[in-house]
């Protein structure tokens, strides 16, 4: 088993954890390759020579950021990731940076569980992206001040019209970013087993908006009809700025990332933790 590090090193500074990692990596005789620095992302993959070597697992140091921009790199080749948590909050993470000798004695003992999670397949411009938490279409600023201060967008499923909003936006969320920006909006949580997409309003101009969940194989376009500029975000980056009558394809992802978790992981118990206290 090769077993690939990627270390977000100004989450680990001086290399202290990754250092750890590696002695205990060699100490229980696992191969392991370290991933190279990068500002990975949707809009800035893991390709090259590393896309193409031979990794059956993946350890990210870091936090739930960094996991977001290894999604696309794990799950196109079927990477399973084990999240050991140097960030705050730690949502997707499974261990503490306490607890990296457990981490690694289960690995190697085949001793964790595997969490699949669908993602989100983004179609614009010609281009194909994917979001493990969340595709955003949000109004932005001109940088003249000029022009309308709201996004005008409709959103459509299996080719009928569900929604016009007026407002900051819309988001399109998978279970996983259910517990992210979705839930700050005022959506609903959804457990990662649930294979459903839900679409939440930002700040609408009206009393009758209400999020709406739908069948992950249920095809969604969002439709610009008109306002200010909308900026199209998937997991937190810009992937570009979009302008009137432009349209977005959402579907489902054709392969899933799968997170390797204790046998007592509990997602309800997770969510009690850490949303309620913001740390572990």
Not at 221 to 234: D, N, Q, S, Y
Request: overall charge negative.
């Amino acid at each position: 088993m090769t077993i690939g590090i990627y270390t977000n090193k100004s989450k680990d500074v001086g290399g202290i954890w990754s250092s750890k990692l590696h002695a205990l990596l060699q100490r229980n005789g696992i191969d392991y390759t370290d991933i190279p620095d990068g500002d990975f992302s949707v809009v800035n993959p893991v390709e090259g020579e590393l896309a193409d070597k031979k990794i059956d697992l993946l350890i990210v140091l870091g936090g739930d950021g960094t996991i977001l921009g290894l999604t696309t790199y794990a799950s196109r080749n079927h990477i399973p990731v084990v999240g050991i948590n140097a960030g705050k909050l730690g949502f997707l993470t499974e261990f503490e940076t306490f607890e990296m000798e457990t981490a690694v004695r289960l690995i190697k003992d085949g001793k964790l569980k595997a969490d699949e999670r669908i993602l989100l397949e983004i179609r614009v411009g010609g281009a194909a992206y994917y979001a493990l938490n969340d595709c955003v279409f949000q109004r932005m600023c001109e940088e003249n001040n000029a022009g309308s201060m709201v996004a005008a967008l409709s959103v459509t499923l299996d080719e009928t019209l569900v929604d016009e909003v007026v407002g900051d936006g819309v988001i399109v969320s998978t279970p996983t970013g259910s517990t992210a920006y979705s839930l700050s909006a005022g959506g609903p949580i959804l457990a990662p087993d649930i294979e459903s997409f839900c679409i939440t309003s930002i700040s609408a101009h009206s009393l009758h908006h209400r999020p709406i969940v739908y069948d992950s194989r249920t095809p969604c376009t969002v439709r610009v009809e008109g306002g200010g500029a909308v900026g199209l975000f998937c997991d937190g980056k810009l992937l570009k700025r979009l302008s009137k009558h432009d349209e977005v394809k959402i579907s489902r992802a054709p392969h899933a990332v799968t997170f390797l978790r204790k046998k007592d992981s509990n997602f309800y118990k997770r969510l009690l933790l850490k949303l309620n206290s913001g740390r572990s």
